[in-house]
């Protein structure tokens, strides 16, 4: 990058994120984002009031709270942060202002990209962190679960970077690509991962699971037909997938021709 | 010298709809008027000229370079959009410091910048409100300061004189201004290029075009109580070419190919005989009506 771009990089993302934390959809992201928080309290209620073990609430966090962010929070976000990077300035009739400015496009797009990133980020690392302390407060002297949070919310920000980056691609290819992202998340990612053998490895899911632990249990999502890749393999498929989505939006972003309305 | 701005062979369409074709055309300096009728072309030629489209067919070039892709030359260009477009969770001043950052001014300079633009178009005091909060007309300047903070050497204005003050206080060594409004442009210079149906017009100084447009004749319609008695008078002069009696019999169409003369007759005549009149009014004074006397319709 050149010292060039990564001016107007840093002023497009500073600008984007603060307008970003005031967006109305940020909002209603964080609504969402507090979902799992309020299911882990209602969990440990139960425990309280004796209609749950201690041992059913570890099983509820394992099970079901690790498939709702990694396999639905996590994608959704992504999903909209991602498309919206292009698809609303085409939506608002925006972008001339940006592409009218002696600035690079990729300039633009990656401003906008880490903009959008750091706000899911924010939302994803704030609601997992306060749902984990939610799910372990027993066992916060406990360095294992230490380690166990910072595992989840590295795999969260990979996942984040990976999938932001894919539906990047996607909105800088075409307007309405939202459709074809919620596809790709509860269609491909979802059936597609359950596939044995080497099938599996195309979805961004498997890299995913292949970095969480695997609690006991039969029906978990994370060991349902799962055969994990090695950590350190996983991690760099997912940054090295997500580096190459990056590249294919700014491929896209710097030549595609975006025309904002009927043309006079 | 070099044009600020040259077409050669110019072509665009989107699919099977025409936006321009084979358009050559030179601007030298000063303020162009860039005129026609709504779906014309005058957008898709603007959005070429500031790189936001990219020619199907031939070339266009500003200050002798290529538009498209290649952003440095923005640096020299301002481009005022068309849409009703802003990002309204930003304040007018976030806004325009942030193109104005992007230009690559830097702290003081940049907000100095900023200021000077949004005073320019009126809007130092509201430029700290969201954006969302801005009327029509407001955004209208925004869109216009957004434009003109950098001080470009070549200024592009598409359609932007819809509630907006009067533009001709903006010192810009360039100007290419779009309407369809033909008095608007009118005011602002006499240079003038006629686009219809993607293809240039006609290109001049707008008294020669209208010079051409009185080789043509010009209906004038008198509402009057008494249009037979006026038409008594009227009849007879060379410069009238048909008097026709409006249906409810409240007045008369008159076919002029002086209109200047006609308009200093008919007033004398008024004056001196006291023919009542409601309403004096030019059907075929609008720019659709000129076009449509040009290509003959």
Redo the contacts between chains.
């Keep these: 990058m050149t010292m060039k771009a990564k001016r107007?990089i840093r002023?497009?993302f500073r600008?984007f994120f603060s307008?970003g934390l005031?967006?109305k959809r940020t909002r209603v992201f964080i609504l969402l984002a507090l979902v799992p928080v309020l299911l882990m309290l209602a969990a440990r209620i139960m425990e309280g009031v004796g209609s749950a073990s201690a041992s059913d609430v570890a099983g509820f966090f394992g099970h079901f709270m690790l498939s709702l962010y990694f396999q639905l929070l996590i994608p959704v976000l992504a999903l909209f942060f991602g498309t919206s990077i292009v698809n609303e300035e085409l939506d608002?009739?925006?972008l001339?202002?940006?592409?009218?400015?002696?600035?690079?496009?990729r300039a633009v797009l990656l401003g906008k990209y880490l903009a959008a990133l750091l706000l899911a980020a924010l939302l994803i690392v704030a609601g997992f962190l306060l749902c984990f302390l939610a799910a372990s407060f027993t066992r916060l002297g406990d360095a294992a679960a230490w380690e166990e949070l910072g595992l989840f919310l590295g795999t969260s920000l990979l996942a984040l970077f990976c999938y932001s980056a894919l539906f990047t691609a996607l909105g800088a290819f075409m307007k309405k690509s939202i459709l074809l992202g919620l596809f790709f998340v509860f269609g491909w990612e979802s059936v597609v991962q359950y596939f044995p053998g080497v099938t599996q490895k195309f979805t961004i899911i498997h890299w995913i699971k292949s970095l969480l632990p695997i609690p006991p249990g039969q029906n978990s999502f994370l060991s349902f037909q799962l055969q994990p890749s090695p950590p350190l393999q996983s991690v760099l498929t997912l940054l090295a997938a997500g580096l190459l989505f990056l590249y294919i939006a700014v491929f896209i972003f710097?030549r595609k021709?975006?025309?904002?309305?009927d043309?006079? | 010298m070099t044009p600020v701005l040259k077409a050669e062979k110019l072509s665009k369409w989107y699919g099977n709809i025409l936006g321009i074709s084979d358009i050559n055309l030179e601007i030298r300096s000063g303020i162009t008027g860039l005129l026609g009728p709504n779906g014309a072309g005058k957008s898709t030629f603007l959005k070429i000229a500031a790189g936001q489209l990219k020619p199907k067919l031939g070339a266009l070039t500003v200050f002798g370079e290529p538009v498209y892709g290649n952003p440095r030359l923005f640096r020299r260009i301002g481009f005022c959009p068309e849409h009703d477009s802003a990002y309204v969770e930003m304040s007018g001043r976030g806004f325009i410091l942030l193109l104005a950052r992007l230009h690559g001014f830097a702290g003081a300079e940049a907000a100095a910048k900023a200021e000077k633009a949004l005073a320019t178009v009126g809007l130092l005091d509201s430029q700290d409100r969201l954006i969302k909060g801005y009327s029509f007309g407001m955004r209208q300047r925004l869109r216009l300061a957004s434009s003109i903070l950098h001080e470009p050497e070549l200024l592009m204005l598409d359609e932007p004189l819809r509630g907006v003050d009067p533009l001709w206080r903006i010192r810009i060594m360039q100007l290419i201004v779009s309407s369809h409004i033909l008095p608007e442009i009118e005011a602002m210079t006499n240079e003038i290029v006629l686009i219809h149906q993607g293809k240039i017009f006609a290109k001049g100084d707008i008294h020669r075009i209208r010079n051409l447009i009185d080789s043509h004749p010009h209906q004038v319609s008198i509402r009057t109580p008494h249009p037979r008695q006026l038409a008594a008078r009227l009849i007879g002069n060379d410069f009238i070419s048909g008097i026709e009696f409006a249906s409810d019999h409240r007045g008369l169409t008159v076919r002029t190919n002086q209109r200047d003369q006609f308009f200093t007759h008919l007033m004398s005549l008024l004056a001196e005989s006291g023919v009542e009149t409601e309403e004096i009014t030019s059907p075929d004074d609008n720019l659709q009506a000129v076009f449509d006397y040009l290509i003959g319709k």
Excluded: G, M
Aim: glycine letters at 0%; proline letters at 11%; hydrophobic letters at 35%.
């Design positions: 107007p002023i497009l600008s307008s005031r967006a608002n009739k925006t001339v202002y940006l592409t009218t400015v002696p600035v690079p496009r710097e021709e975006y025309i904002l309305s043309n006079a």
